[in-house]
């Protein structure tokens, strides 16, 4: 029995939620029930909420696979250009709502659900976050798949299905805790296995050389079983594939050679090769030279390349003249991305192919590797640069570091030619550091390797131009690029804030979604009270719904009418979460010191994971508890000021505390943060920003006007300036009061009571060897913080900024930035045409495969 509607479900029944009809709400509880029978082989009687997810997720599946099938064969009738996203990591949260919303089957499938007698939410609740990613570089790679599916791009993403995902953080006595992320443990049913495809990869083994090419020998073989994830574009019957490659050992594997008769070893020894997909690496921003990483970035490539290269030997341009495959089309066909230089080894490993396998000479095999690759460049962080050693690679992959030299030695014959005698820019430039360990710049692999270059935001890709990669800028300028990072408005609006989409639409109509520019309408309702209070009331509802989640799930009681003040990324010194804590400590010290004096109250949220190893960041996590502790039961702050840690932040958490932030914390040091995509999350969910001119808070700032964020401290060129002039922590400490009582605090033990001491490595790197110079910035943080909480007591003029920040917003689509990707790099033309739904009769002649064989 259908209920009769509301007229605020009336009302979404012509929504970007897509549109309830009766039947397809028969016909989706049809399924529900077919699937808990059939599949997960269950009644009601006892069937759990996790059997009901499955029987949901199962039933909005069965709404891809047409679209799917149908999406992958016109590819192969049509032969567009290929887009290939290679990246070692795909941070892809939840899929069931996504796959609702840009299907069009949320309001259907929330009336099934609904009647059903189900709570839609709660369902939604018991599916596991694909945690493939550490941070903002995994989570790019799955905006960039959804604006990719949605413009009708024939573009595939490419990484390892890591067993276990980022760790789980618990927090136990203020201390970081990581656990095991068993992400599979209920099956996953958003994935595809296809072991048909699998292929072989090769480790280790020598190099023979002979008239007729280099030959490599000897190797140790591990199959890559490709698992097929969907992905759909927002409402245009496009669906993508990302394939997702797991290590498998061969059935001879160790039984062949030298472990014969021990059959049981052999079996056991299988984990050796199968541990290549076992777990994702969880540090951020860092460079670990770890022998199994190595194994992993090989073993996507040598993968992806095959399947890469069997695709295009099965599309017209694949030609044989007799017996060889023709490639000279090949990258007008294909274009690889590298996300980072994590699958840098594709060039060398494509070189391999054509060189040694396809028998190309190498000029030519070089001039259309070129041509396929672009490269993207996250970070300027040093220790984030991948240099592996020479003596790894030449273990592991002893033909590639061949091939490396040998483009090393052309390279350099290259440069040397331009500019005679100058020996320190060849040092410079060379592929292979000299001098300690012997070392491969990853890097200067891909710049060479590759016909573009992009950074991901203006300042950033003007810091890779003329700093880091200054002399490759100024021998190739063109190659130098910008892209802008994005983030999708589907997760990070409809999905995440069905609220503030709803009233956006109302205002501008619905096409704002897939054309995020539209935004700028909003300007229009700036002084619009009705719009203004309802806008509020939005983020109001936020906030209570976030706060009861706290309540329910850590037992933590907040006040939603405080301001929510969040700063929720990784934990990184650059990123200068101690600023934001040195901050707290001022505000309790104020607090304290005059008890009487007007407070804007605060909920101070600081979430983030450290890598496992990172010392530093750990004691950051135990201070910002510490602290916590003090400031929330001190019966003096009262209600004034709290300050929560949120444990195990992830893209799931994400979704729930961005859209009830009030004020968004983006605050690393300027030069250090390449980008930065929460920042662009938090200003389309109605968040005000406090920030530095970092990274993409820059474009933020030139988009809704300066006057529109809280910029504060140092400019890069002032950090610059700084650096030459040598910077001294001591100087702001023996300055400034406020600071100096709040480090005296945490030096003298007022935070760790039972252990004085415990943070000593804290304050000693912030007084001699803090790169990201926190004190430096401290007073105009503090001030900049100020003027803040001054806004926030008028609730229209805040929510007056909120809207033009929001109507500034439009830039910061992902759809935009891969728009340019596709215009500069890729030179394929997004496609607005729509694959017909699987329910429209084909002709038959349509219906083969490649082959021409009946599909
Ligand atoms: C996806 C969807 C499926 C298709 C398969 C193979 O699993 O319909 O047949 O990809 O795609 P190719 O690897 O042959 O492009």
């Not at 990613?133 to 905006?143: F, I, S």
């Not at 023979?208 to 759909?232: F, I, M, N």
């Not at 491969?440 to 390797?449: E, F, R, S, T």
């Not at 490595?761 to 001054?790: I, P, T």
Request: charged share 25%.
């Amino acid at each position: 029995m259908s209920r009769p509607l509301s007229d605020q479900e009336r009302r979404k029944q012509i929504s970007i939620r897509g549109i309830v009809g009766a039947e397809s709400v028969a016909e989706l509880k049809r399924g529900f029930n077919r699937h808990l029978h059939f599949t997960l082989v269950k009644d009601r009687n006892v069937a759990t909420p996790r059997d009901y997810y499955f029987a949901l997720a199962h039933t909005v599946r069965d709404h891809l696979v047409g679209r799917w099938i149908r999406t992958q064969q016109y590819y192969y009738e049509k032969d567009p250009k290929r887009i290939y996203y290679l990246s070692l990591e795909f941070y892809m949260g939840r899929t069931l709502q996504n796959t609702m919303i840009n299907l069009g089957l949320q309001n259907a499938c929330d009336e099934a659900v609904y009647q059903l007698g189900l709570d839609m939410e709660e369902l939604e609740e018991i599916e596991e976050d694909a945690g493939l990613g550490n941070g903002g570089l995994g989570r790019l790679a799955a905006c960039f798949l959804d604006s990719m599916a949605t413009l009708g791009l024939a573009a595939y993403g490419y990484g390892i299905r890591y067993e276990y995902g980022i760790f789980n953080q618990k927090i136990r006595d203020g201390w970081q805790v990581e656990e095991a992320d068993d992400w599979l443990r209920h099956g996953n049913p958003w994935e595809k296995a296809r072991p048909e495809y699998m292929l072989p990869v090769h480790f280790y083994g020598r190099v023979e050389h002979s008239p007729a090419g280099a030959k490599w020998v000897d190797t140790q073989v591990v199959l890559a079983l490709p698992y097929d994830t969907p992905v759909p574009g927002y409402m245009n019957n496009t669906v993508n594939t990302m394939r997702l490659w797991s290590a498998r050992a061969p059935n001879d594997f160790n039984l062949r050679d030298f472990n014969v008769g021990d059959y049981i070893q052999a079996v056991l020894d299988r984990n050796l090769a199968e541990n290549i997909s076992r777990v994702l690496y969880p540090n951020d921003n860092f460079f670990e030279g770890k022998e199994l990483r190595l194994k992993q970035e090989y073993f996507v490539v040598a993968a992806t390349l095959q399947d890469i290269i069997r695709r295009f030997k099965a599309s017209k341009f694949g030609s044989t003249d007799t017996v060889r495959t023709v490639f000279d089309s090949f990258p007008d066909q294909v274009a690889i991305q590298l996300n980072d230089t994590h699958p840098a080894m594709a060039i060398p490993e494509l070189m391999r192919i054509f060189v040694d396998i396809e028998k190309l000479p190498w000029d030519k095999a070089w001039d259309l590797t070129k041509r396929t690759f672009a490269y993207t460049n996250h970070t300027v962080l040093p220790e984030a640069l991948e240099r592996w050693p020479v003596d790894l690679v030449e273990k592991l992959l002893p033909r590639h570091l061949q091939i490396i030299y040998e483009i090393n030695q052309r390279h350099l014959d290259h440069i040397a030619s331009l500019f005679p005698n100058d020996v320190d820019r060849l040092r410079r430039m060379s592929l292979i550091e000299e001098g300690g360990t012997k070392r491969i710049n990853m890097a200067h692999l891909c710049i060479v390797g590759s016909h573009a270059v992009n950074g991901v935001a203006k300042i950033h890709s003007e810091i890779v131009k003329t700093q880091v990669f200054e002399d490759f800028a100024e021998l190739e300028p063109e190659k130098f690029q910008n892209k802008t990072n994005g983030i999708t408005p589907r997760r990070w609006l409809l999905l995440c804030n069905p609220g503030l989409a709803e009233l956006i639409a109302e205002k501008i109509g619905e096409d704002y979604v897939r054309d995020l520019s539209q935004l700028t309408k909003l300007h229009e309702f700036v002084d619009d009270d009705l719009f203004i209070r309802e806008v509020a009331k939005v983020k109001q509802e936020n906030k209570v719904k976030f706060a009861l989640y706290l309540e329910k799930e850590y037992k933590v009681k907040i006040n939603p009418s405080s301001m929510f003040d969040v700063h929720v990324k990784r934990i990184h010194e650059y990123k200068r979460q101690l600023m934001n804590c040195l901050h707290i400590i001022t505000m309790y010290n104020r607090i304290r010191r005059d008890p009487t004096k007007l407070f804007v109250p605060r909920t101070v949220i600081i979430g983030g994971k450290a890598a496992p190893g990172y010392h530093m960041a750990k004691m950051i996590i135990k201070l910002i508890n510490a602290v916590a502790q003090v400031v929330n039961n001190d019966p003096m702050v009262g209600s004034k000021l709290k300050v929560i840690f949120l444990e195990n932040y992830r893209v799931s958490l994400a979704e729930k505390v961005i859209p009830a932030t009030d004020l968004s914390e983006q605050i690393s040091t300027a030069g250090t943060e390449a980008s930065g995509t929460g920042n662009m999350k938090f200003m389309l969910n109605g968040a005000l920003t406090i920030g530095t001119m970092d990274g993409a808070n820059v474009e933020m700032a030139e988009e809704a006007g300066e006057e529109n964020l809280f910029i504060f401290g140092m400019r890069v060129e002032d950090v610059t300036e700084l650096d030459r002039k040598g910077y001294d922590a001591q100087l702001y400490y023996d300055r400034l009061p406020e600071l100096k009582q709040a480090v005296d605090q945490i030096k003298s033990g007022f935070f760790s009571p039972k252990e004085p001491n415990l943070f000593n490595d804290v304050v000693n790197m912030l007084f001699h060897h803090d790169r990201f110079k926190v004190f430096a910035d401290y007073e105009a943080y503090v001030k900049c913080q100020e003027k803040v909480s001054e806004l926030y007591l008028n609730s229209k003029a805040w929510t007056k900024m909120v809207i033009r920040n929001i109507a500034a917003a439009g830039k910061f689509s992902s759809d935009r930035t891969i728009k340019e990707y596709a215009r500069d790099i890729w030179h394929v033309e997004p496609s607005d045409l729509k694959i017909p739904p699987p329910n429209e009769p084909r002709d038959a002649a349509q219906d083969k495969t490649p082959n021409g064989t009946a599909a």
